[in-house]
C-alpha cells in the first residue's frame, strides 16, 4: 500500500491506470524500492517501441478466448 500511497493513488485499480500511463517510471521505482542495482545505468528501463502493437493483442484477449471456448 505504500506505493499506492506515495504515487498519489487510492486504489489498485487507479494504480493500474497509473502504470499503464507511467510504465517506466513504475519500473523505475520498484527498481529503486526493491534495491536492485546494475553495473551501469541504463539509458530506458523499458522498451516502449511495441507499446501500441502489445496493447492492441491485450485488447484481443476476450475475443480471442472466446472464439477457442466456442470449438
Known amino acids: 500500500m505504500a506505493l499506492i ?3 498519489g493513488v487510492h486504489s489498485y485499480a ?3 491506470v497509473w502504470f499503464a500511463q507511467y510504465c517506466a517510471e ?3 521505482t520498484m527498481m529503486q524500492r526493491l534495491g ?3 553495473r ?3 539509458d ?3 522498451d516502449l517501441s ?3 502493437k502489445i496493447r492492441r493483442a491485450i485488447a484481443q484477449l476476450p475475443e ?3 472464439r477457442l471456448n466456442r470449438k
Open 5 to 7: 500511497r506515495d504515487i
Open 14 to 16: 487507479e494504480l493500474h
Open 26 to 28: 513504475f519500473w523505475h
Open 36 to 38: 536492485i542495482r546494475f
Open 40 to 42: 551501469q545505468n541504463y
Open 44 to 46: 530506458e528501463i523499458v
Open 50 to 52: 511495441r507499446r501500441e
Open 64 to 66: 480471442i478466448n472466446i
